[in-house]
């Protein structure tokens, strides 16, 4: 039995493999003697019975931007807001 991972790599290497027909890719694979699991997801279309044989582990990007932050400035509470004069009173003096 062929290493699954080399395979892959094989395929990803080779134009031929990586643009073949499902047909063709999987007679390929069962001369080279392949994985069940890999022959079946090529056949099928269903990876699941090859992420079992990888050992399942979900790759999951981290949910980062690549953007910086941006926080808004709390007031301080030192501050005193603005205010804005009454105009009645300023035409009165």
Known sequence: MTDTIDLL???GR???L???SVE???QVLEHAQASEAL???VAS???SRLSME???RECVPPQSTQMPGHEEEAPDAEEEPLSVPDPAKLSQG
């Open 14 to 16: 080779d134009a031929s």
């Open 24 to 26: 063709d890719l999987t």
């Open 39 to 41: 022959t079946a997801a």
């Open 9 to 11: 790599e094989a395929i």
């Open 18 to 20: 990586r643009h073949a």
């Open 54 to 56: 990888l050992g399942q």
């Open 45 to 47: 279309g269903d990876r």
